[in-house]
């Protein structure tokens, strides 16, 4: 059981980052199509919703690479914090309940930073239009994956 649900909250945290294909290239406000496309292929969605001629994708694309892994990193430690939550074997202390928070705080933390830096070297390397369709998506994409985990874990008793 407690496997299962480990899976099931990795599976949450891991897969709410990538994007689907949306029907409509030039309207990415479905939710429920940017979640679908979480088991699709994010690097060619992305692709597809910047346009970028060789010159930016060159530029883009190392960008992009480092950023992912990034989220991923961060993705591993707040599952790691979550399941420090939802699979005690005793009643949750105070001093319990501050070190998940404070887990879960350190995470959001370093991915601002990872976001300041993102905008920082996209702005370099894209026309600002590009770079802001960019961060758009990653906000939408961030927001999806937030809302599937608040879903999930229920509330500290």
């Known amino acids: 059981m407690r496997r299962i649900a480990r899976a099931a909250l990795f ?5 709410a980052c990538p994007v689907a294909f949306a029907q409509d290239k030039a309207d990415v406000t479905d939710m429920q199509a940017l979640r679908a496309a979480a088991k ?13 001629t060789n ?12 950023y992912q892994r990034t989220l991923d990193t961060s993705s591993r430690r707040r599952v790691v914090a979550l399941e420090g939550l939802l699979f005690r074997d005793q009643e949750m202390t105070n001093l319990a309940a501050r070190n998940v928070i404070a887990e879960l705080m350190a995470v959001d933390e370093a991915e ?18 590009k770079a802001a369709r960019y961060l758009q998506l990653e906000e939408k994409l ?7 985990i608040a879903s999930t874990v229920p509330l500290i008793r």
């Open 11 to 15: 599976a949450v945290a891991t897969l």
């Open 40 to 52: 699709a292929d994010k690097h060619a969605y992305v692709a597809s919703m910047l346009n970028l």
């Open 55 to 66: 010159a930016e994708a060159n530029r883009f694309w190392p960008i992009y690479d480092t």
């Open 112 to 129: 601002v930073k990872a976001r300041h830096t993102l905008r920082n070297r996209l702005m370099r390397a894209l026309p600002p239009i």
């Open 142 to 148: 961030q927001a999806v994956r937030d809302y599937d």
